[in-house]
């Protein structure tokens, strides 16, 4: 758990860093609402939203920092605090489960 004022520099760390086929994951403290970005190809991402507004966009680097931002404003509206969870060996990101091994903590 981090606090959300760590969430946007834990995004630009990770658009650099993540490789394709993996994920990370950002919930509400309650977990009922958050988003998730997915590396199809090196520069190619795709964000799925969870909560206010369902929705998949994918894009290269700029467009998804730009959608990570606004996702943020909506799905965190008074949150504190945000979940952050990795995962590796993703085929669908819209089926992400626990069963995949998770990635051990960057931080």
């Known amino acids: 758990m981090i606090h959300i004022s760590q969430v946007l520099p834990l995004v630009e760390k990770q658009l650099k860093e993540l490789q394709p086929k993996e994920a990370v994951e950002f919930k509400t403290y309650k977990r009922d609402r958050g988003f998730l970005i997915y590396c199809l190809a090196d520069s190619q991402f795709q964000v799925v939203e969870m909560g206010y507004h369902n929705q998949t966009l994918t894009g290269d680097l700029v467009s998804t920092r ?19 969870e990795y995962f590796q060996n993703v085929d669908n990101p819209l089926d992400v489960k626990k069963p995949h091994p998770h990635q051990m903590p960057l931080f």
Do not use: I, Q, T
């Open 66 to 84: 730009k959608h990570v931002k606004k996702a943020l404003r909506r799905e965190f509206p008074r949150s504190n605090k945000a979940w952050v």
